[in-house]
């Protein structure tokens, strides 16, 4: 049986993601960073935390299919079949993003996004009203934290709210699958 929400949890990551702050929490895969993926100055403090080159793009969240239709001009037919067939984490590359933040699309045009597998997740993401950036929450370079316990200290400490760790439960603490598609049917495995 699933676990009920915390909305008190969910209250304080959306108020700091209103506020422009960076939230540390558990996906559906393992922990991330998070931010506003539509506020360029909230996202290029991801890339300061993490100590990362912002020429490489993030993945943004979206609660449903619905919210991803206002972030991408065109959602690809194989895009749809896949989110369709599904039955665990998988980060979509979509071309043609639109409405993010600069710093969270590709030089191509290109964003990854993911509908989470994750109650916790698409309620912030619900309550928000926009994709939220899940960035690994890690010094770049570095593995990714699968679970609370693997999250570097300094990154814990950059972060504006920090997640409940018991909100960790049921995540796969293995990164999504990437795969890349193109307007005519066109798939690409980034990442299995």
């Not at 993926?37 to 912002?54: G, H, L, P, S």
């Amino acid at each position: 049986m699933e676990k009920e929400i915390d909305l008190e949890e969910v209250k304080a990551a959306v108020e700091t993601l209103k506020a422009g702050g960076v939230i540390l929490y558990p996906t559906d895969t393992v922990w991330g960073l998070g931010c506003d993926a539509t506020n360029e100055k909230a996202v290029a403090r991801i890339y300061d935390i993490k100590q990362r080159a912002d020429s490489k793009s993030l993945i943004t969240l979206v609660a449903n299919a619905d919210m991803l239709g206002k972030y991408v001009k065109v959602i690809p037919e194989v895009a749809i079949n896949l989110l369709e067939v599904n039955d665990k984490p998988m980060t979509i590359i979509y071309p043609d993003a639109m409405g993010l933040a600069p710093n969270v699309v590709a030089e191509d045009g290109t964003a990854g996004i993911r509908i989470p597998m994750n109650d916790f997740c698409v309620e912030v993401i619900r309550r928000f009203h926009k994709p939220i950036v899940s960035t690994s929450a890690n010094i770049s370079g570095q593995p990714a934290p699968a679970f609370y316990e693997d999250i570097p200290v300094e990154i814990i400490e950059a972060a504006d709210w920090v997640a409940d760790p018991y909100l960790e439960e049921g995540a796969t603490g293995e990164p999504s699958q990437i795969i890349q598609v193109g307007l005519h049917g066109e798939i690409k495995v980034i990442r299995e």
